[in-house]
């Protein structure tokens, strides 16, 4: 039998707790959605940058990818809203990181050609 570690048993009763509190109050929710969905992009970026190899990565994606994401930044800037802004912007860091190493990586293989 596999023990559940400690760790995630403190994430599951942050999640009971928090999470209908956080719906009453829809600022930390997006709050937390935020930090989620914008960390969920370090490993990638701390991953490409350590290895520089970005054969895996899909190029049309990154490229759209980036625009949503300026997209809702500028959403988030126009509607003054702070998780959207904050989450967007950082977002929009990590991904582009990602995407101008891939353009790179592509110049580079044209330019090997």
């Given amino acids: 039998m596999k023990v559940i570690s400690l760790n995630v048993l403190v994430v599951m009763t942050i999640l009971a707790i928090g999470l209908p509190v956080m719906i009453d109050h829809p600022t930390m929710l997006g709050s937390l959605a935020a930090a989620c969905t914008t960390l969920s992009f370090l490993p990638q970026?701390?991953?490409?940058i350590?290895?520089?190899?970005?054969?895996?990565?899909?190029?049309?994606?990154?490229?759209l990818f980036v625009f949503g994401i300026l997209c809702w930044l500028i959403y988030g800037l126009i509607s003054?809203?702070?998780?959207?802004?904050?989450g967007n912007g950082i977002t929009l860091v990590l991904s582009s990181i990602v995407l101008l190493m891939k353009l790179k990586s592509k110049s580079?293989?044209?330019t090997a050609i």
């Fill in 45 to 48: 970026v701390l991953h490409t």
């Fill in 80 to 86: 003054h809203d702070l998780p959207l802004m904050l």
């Fill in 108 to 110: 580079d293989e044209n």
């Fill in 50 to 63: 350590r290895t520089k190899d970005t054969a895996g990565i899909s190029l049309a994606m990154y490229v």
